[in-house]
Structures are given as structure tokens and as C-alpha cells.
């Protein structure tokens, strides 16, 4: 079993690469959501899927981010030209559409440095 | 102004003490009112979850609500030193589909 996993669990990269973040959700969960954390503060909300669709951004993901769920299970956070500003703990969590808030159960995490 | 405040801490305190953590909050639609652990490098957990006004006990923690002032606090009792942790409080309206969180208070519990 299964909880929410992430990969990879830390990335480094250098200023201006791009970066790809794997979400795979609890099995039956068809939603989906993704939160950026910086050191010393609480998580953010970036964006939810249901399915396959993306419901909800927060204006805290710009054009350099882009997140999908091709096939409604595994998502794939993705960031262009990365900044030094973007290094943060990016968290997935899912639940079951109708469940309660508080129901959202959250992975490990990824840890971007960028240099 | 954030929505949700929290004192950042660290909240230092010997084995066997009562915990006692809070916040405030400014958006009086929240009424989903969420506690959640987190260590070092993990995920956040969910310890307690309250629906709107109200206190709830579970074993050691006891979370209280109060919507007239908008503040909302945690108690753990008898402190033990795998309580030391960041504890983030976080919120919701009732058909909401985000979490808002505070800025989490570190917990050091010295035994």
C-alpha cells in the first residue's frame, strides 16, 4: 500500500533547466493536488485535478509551470527555466471526489534545489 | 496579509508538558479547521480535524475552535519527545477543494 508517492524525492538542478515532478495518487483517488512549500512555511496550493481535468491554479503557478494528468491516475509537475526562487518542497496529495477536505492525504514530497 | 497566521516558533518545552499551539485566521467562511504533523522532510499528517465551532478530544490532543474570534488552538498533553515536529493548522470553507495553511510552528520536546 499505498499512499500518495512522489518522485523523484530530492532534485538539483541548475538555474534555467527544466524540471519534472511524478505524482502517483492512492489507487482509487480521482483527485488530484499539487502544493509548494518553502522552507520555514506552510504549504501553498498550486492546482487540483479530477480525472483527467485540471479544475483549479492558483495565480501562484506562472507559465513556466505545468501540470497534467494524461490519463486521470499519475500526475507530472513540470517547470521551465527554472529559478532560484522555485527551490521549495513540492507536495501531491489525492482524495476521492465527495470525501471530505480533510480527506486529502499527502506524499512525501519533492525537494527542489535549484543552484 | 496572509489569511491564516501562525507563530513560527520553535515552541520549546520538557517531556510531559502540555503543548499548547494556535492561530488566526481572517476568512470567516472557513469552517473546516484541520491540525496536521509534519517532520522533517516529510509530508504533512492529519492529527485532528474540527467543523466549525467547538472543541474535539482525541487521546492526547484536544482541538478547540472559536469563530467569534477567529482563533483556533491545539493542545497536546503529556508531551512526549516524538511530538517534536512542525504542526501546521490549516482551513477550509465547506465546499472548498484547497487547504490553506498557516506558516506551521516548530515543536521541540526535551526529554
Known amino acids: 500500500d499505498t499512499g500518495v508517492s512522489q518522485d523523484p524525492r530530492h532534485k538539483i538542478t541548475k538555474r534555467g533547466q527544466n524540471v519534472t515532478f511524478r505524482c502517483d495518487p492512492i489507487s482509487e483517488h480521482n483527485r488530484l493536488y499539487w502544493y509548494r512549500q518553502t522552507l520555514g512555511q506552510g504549504p501553498e496550493f498550486l492546482t487540483y485535478?479530477?480525472?483527467?481535468?485540471?479544475?483549479?491554479k492558483s495565480r501562484l503557478l506562472s507559465d513556466r509551470f505545468s501540470a497534467e494528468r494524461p490519463k486521470g491516475s499519475f500526475s507530472t509537475l513540470e517547470i521551465q527555466r527554472t529559478e532560484q526562487g522555485d527551490s521549495a518542497m513540492y507536495l501531491c496529495?489525492?482524495?476521492?471526489?465527495?470525501?471530505?477536505?480533510?480527506?486529502?492525504?499527502f506524499g512525501p514530497g519533492t525537494r527542489l534545489t535549484v543552484t | 496579509q496572509k489569511e491564516v497566521e501562525q507563530d513560527p516558533g520553535p515552541l520549546s518545552v520538557p517531556e510531559g508538558a502540555i503543548v499548547s499551539l494556535n492561530c488566526t485566521y481572517s476568512n470567516s467562511a472557513f469552517q473546516y479547521f484541520m491540525w496536521y504533523r509534519q517532520y522533517s522532510r516529510k509530508g504533512p499528517e492529519l492529527l485532528m480535524y474540527?467543523?466549525?465551532?467547538g472543541n474535539k478530544e482525541d487521546g492526547r490532543f484536544t482541538a478547540q475552535v472559536d469563530k467569534s474570534s477567529k482563533y483556533i488552538s491545539l493542545f497536546i498533553r503529556d508531551s512526549q519527545p516524538s511530538d517534536s515536529a512542525t504542526y501546521l493548522c490549516a482551513m477550509s470553507p465547506p465546499a472548498g477543494n484547497k487547504l490553506t495553511f498557516g506558516g506551521g510552528t516548530r515543536v521541540l520536546v526535551k526529554p
Open positions: 474540527t467543523y466549525s465551532s
Open positions: 496529495a489525492s482524495s476521492l471526489a465527495g470525501t471530505a477536505i480533510y480527506e486529502q492525504y
Open positions: 485535478f479530477q480525472n483527467e481535468a485540471q479544475l483549479e
